[in-house]
């Protein structure tokens, strides 16, 4: 997806994310190589095994792209410290998202991350279900694929 601009231009949107459009060859390729770190790590975080060191210095190049500052802001009944980026632009993205995937590491137990149980399907995704029995990405897209195709399996056997 991220070869198609319609989805990398709606991410942004979304996300309010100050890029321009389209990312460039480095920004690609950097996109691709920390998309791979996530998921690697993902994988062996939902199989029980802990993110090596590796993994962890690979992302710390990532997070250092951008130069941050710290700023005070203030909320509705306090203040808070901010981190603020002090660039612009897709290197700023990278920076966003490998922060992005830190805080959720240090917030979200392992046991909560999965990878969707449809064979053909890469999504991954947090369990937050209570009883932590979820197994697809989406209910209404792999879960009922994979439902229909168990059934007609089943009826095939059963003729």
């Given at each position: 997806t991220l070869e198609q601009v319609e989805w990398v231009t709606a991410f942004s949107e979304r996300w309010r994310l100050p890029v321009t459009f389209p990312p460039d060859?480095?920004?690609?390729?950097?996109l691709r190589t920390l998309?791979?770190?996530l998921r690697s790590m993902f994988e062996a975080l939902?199989?029980?095994?802990?993110?090596?060191?590796?993994?962890?210095e690979e992302l710390?190049?990532?997070?250092?792209l951008t130069p941050m500052q710290q700023r005070v802001q203030r909320t509705e009944s306090s203040v808070c410290?901010?981190?603020v980026g002090l660039q612009t632009g897709w290197t700023a993205v990278l920076t966003q998202i490998a922060a992005s995937w830190v805080d959720l590491l240090a917030r979200m137990p392992s046991a909560r991350l999965r990878v969707c149980a449809n064979p053909v399907c890469h999504w991954v995704f947090v369990d937050q279900s209570h009883n932590l029995s979820?197994?697809?990405?989406?209910?209404?897209?792999?879960?009922?694929?994979?439902k229909v195709r168990h059934f007609r399996a089943q009826r095939a056997r059963a003729k």
């Amino acid at each position: 997806t991220l070869e198609q601009v319609e989805w990398v231009t709606a991410f942004s949107e979304r996300w309010r994310l100050p890029v321009t459009f389209p990312p460039d060859a480095f920004a690609l390729a950097s996109l691709r190589t920390l998309r791979a770190l996530l998921r690697s790590m993902f994988e062996a975080l939902a199989a029980g095994q802990p993110v090596t060191d590796a993994q962890l210095e690979e992302l710390n190049v990532f997070l250092a792209l951008t130069p941050m500052q710290q700023r005070v802001q203030r909320t509705e009944s306090s203040v808070c410290l901010q981190m603020v980026g002090l660039q612009t632009g897709w290197t700023a993205v990278l920076t966003q998202i490998a922060a992005s995937w830190v805080d959720l590491l240090a917030r979200m137990p392992s046991a909560r991350l999965r990878v969707c149980a449809n064979p053909v399907c890469h999504w991954v995704f947090v369990d937050q279900s209570h009883n932590l029995s979820r197994r697809w990405c989406r209910q209404w897209a792999c879960g009922n694929l994979m439902k229909v195709r168990h059934f007609r399996a089943q009826r095939a056997r059963a003729k």
